[in-house]
């Protein structure tokens, strides 16, 4: 499912629930990296976010399928993930959280961003 078929209050909650694993993600260095390259393919983003916040993409993915994160491990499988995580990275709006994350890091690069200081606090 993509982050533009949720309508209403709808959207405002899935949002809500997947705001913060979507910036640990996004606050990732490998990521960032990647996000400031160009013609990056889809596919290397998958990795580090695989690697580095199994955690993170499981809770945004249950989320988007309208399961709980227990429910969502129990369907999860090799071959469902791939093309869910593919589907998540290719999806415009994702695409655009990382490209205003790049924006973020250029512009700013005196201070840190909203998902750099998370991503610190946590102890990452």
């Known amino acids: 499912m993509r982050l533009s078929d949720f309508k ?22 490998e990521i960032q990296e990647l996000s400031t390259q160009k013609n990056v393919p889809t ?10 916040h199994k955690k993170e993409v499981i ?15 129990k369907s999860l499988n090799l071959v469902t993930l791939p093309i869910q995580v593919l589907e998540l990275v290719n999806d415009p709006e994702v695409q655009s959280l990382f490209h205003s994350q790049e924006q973020s890091n ?10 750099t200081e998370i991503t610190e606090a946590k102890g990452n």
Not at 8 to 29: F, K, Q, R, S
Not at 59 to 73: F, G, Q
Not at 106 to 115: E, G, I, L, Y
């Open 8 to 29: 209403g209050e709808e959207a405002i909650d899935v949002l809500a629930d997947i705001i913060e694993p979507l910036t640990y993600i996004l606050g990732d260095e």
């Open 43 to 52: 596919l290397k983003y998958v990795k580090p976010m695989l690697k580095n």
């Open 59 to 73: 809770e945004v993915l249950a989320r988007l399928e309208n399961k709980s994160v227990e429910e969502y491990k």
């Open 106 to 115: 250029s512009t700013s690069s005196a201070s840190s961003s909203p998902a």
